[in-house]
């Protein structure tokens, strides 16, 4: 272990130019985050020096690990023939024919360069579909940083105490309403008031930005009978799990078709990319078939489309979702074997894992919040000084990738033990 040195003489810089020296306020933690600057596979190397086995994958896109070779030689073969020509390619047919072809609730896809970009239009579409302005999400579900989903979200912007972000105007925020995520009775009783103003419900399949809280027997199935039978549109952002719990998403494992999809992450093999889809007659209410307006210069760029084409290609070819899976299951096992006894809760589902600092269940983000956040900030500065990188809050979920080995797997396990009987 080197120490932090260059990080922290960075960080100071970077202080007098960055807001808060970061350009993502997830990224920053105390006393200074740690600046990286190289990766490969399972680990992630920083400027002094010191090597990790990293947890945090970009927040999620590198299920192929860092660096993926098959997706570096597509990417320098694009690069040979430009990057960017804001004009139609094949790349992008082909693209869309793919992710077309794993999602049987999706007809039809517009791409994006973001995750945010992707659930901003989404709910458009869905208010300009319905000619309703009511969006129901969920107290701690993030769905990126815009105004119709920045009131009580979770991951950063929880992180930051700004869930609420003073910004967005009051009126815009009455046009969503926040219910508690699996409480049944809650999203009836709205419905039951309100149905007919329900634009659409958005929500994650499986909750990934209040740690990893898989849905209740029940929820989803509800969600779905609910907007149905109230001519509302429901909206899995799948930005988290799609591509990561099967081919087809969350929608999938748990067999619930929504009205749209928006995938982000893993689908641009680590490269900037949204994408929203769904039916052909929702989707043709989208510019330039229908009035519902949504644009962007670099949507469908060359380089990125590579990517993500290679990146889809990979994770069929190698079996890549099944094998994260595997190693999923295998370092939640472990972790609940070796930390018996310790007052943590660990949980997850697919290539997800969440190291909650509490004993009993997490099944919402009153839950979550009950968690030791000083305590969990501690244990990521213990493990990152030896050599274990996970996400920087509680709030954000461990990733693993198929390339992870079980000796890493062991490593990290016995590290994260350690590092609890220092903390706690
Ligand atoms: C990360 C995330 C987003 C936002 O994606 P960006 O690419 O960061 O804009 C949206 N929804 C969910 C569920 C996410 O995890």
Redesign the pocket.
């Known amino acids: 272990m080197n120490g932090f040195k260059r990080s922290r003489e960075l960080f100071d810089r970077s202080k007098d130019v960055l807001v808060g020296g970061v350009n993502s306020p997830a990224r920053s933690y105390s006393p200074f985050p740690i600046f990286m600057e190289d990766a490969e596979g399972s680990k992630i190397y920083d400027v002094d020096g010191n090597e990790y086995i990293d947890y945090s994958l970009a927040?999620?896109p590198q299920i192929f690990g860092h660096k993926h070779p098959k997706i570096k030689q597509a990417v320098e073969r694009q690069l040979e023939r430009g990057w960017a020509y804001g004009t139609s390619t094949e790349g992008e047919v082909e693209l869309a024919e793919m992710v077309v072809d794993c999602f049987d609730s999706i007809d039809k896809v517009r791409t994006v360069n973001?995750?945010?970009?992707a659930?901003m239009s989404a709910i458009r579409l869905a208010r300009g579909y319905t000619g309703r302005d009511q969006v129901v999400k969920f107290t701690g579900g993030?769905?990126?940083?815009h105004d119709s989903v920045l009131v009580e979200a979770g991951?950063g912007a929880s992180t930051h105490g700004a869930p609420d972000s003073p910004g967005v105007p009051k009126d815009l925020a009455e046009k969503t309403s926040v219910l508690p995520w699996n409480d049944h009775e809650a999203v009836k009783e709205l419905f039951e008031e309100i149905g007919g103003e329900i634009a659409g419900v958005i929500s994650?399949p499986v909750f990934?930005?209040a740690g990893c809280i898989p849905p209740k027997n029940g929820f989803l199935e509800l969600l779905r009978d609910l907007t149905h039978d109230n001519d509302s549109l429901l909206i899995f952002?799948e930005?988290?799990t799609g591509f990561r719990v099967s081919m087809g998403g969350a929608q999938e494992k748990f067999d619930i078709k929504p009205d749209l999809t928006?995938l982000?992450?893993i689908v641009g093999g680590g490269f900037?990319i949204?994408m929203f889809g769904g039916d052909s007659e929702i989707m043709s209410h989208l510019s330039p078939e229908g009035d519902v307006y949504q644009a962007g210069t670099f949507s469908g760029n060359p380089v990125t489309t590579t990517a993500s084409i290679q990146a889809l290609k990979t994770l069929d070819n190698d079996n890549v979702i099944e094998k994260a899976n595997k190693k999923g299951n295998k370092i939640r096992e472990r972790l609940r074997g070796e930390l018996d006894g310790y007052p943590v809760r660990i949980q997850g589902l697919s290539s997800m894992f969440s190291i909650f600092l509490r004993e009993q269940e997490v099944n919402d983000y009153d839950d979550i919040v009950e968690c030791d956040f000083e305590k969990y900030n501690e244990l990521h500065r213990e493990l990152a000084r030896m050599g274990v990188y996970l996400p920087p809050s509680q709030y954000e979920i461990c990733f693993i990738s198929y390339v992870h080995s079980d000796q890493e797997i062991d490593e990290t396990v016995h590290k994260i033990a350690m590092a609890l009987e220092k903390v706690l």
């Open positions: 927040f999620g973001t995750g945010t970009e659930t993030f769905h990126g940083a991951s994650e990934g930005n952002d930005v988290i928006t982000g992450k900037p949204g």
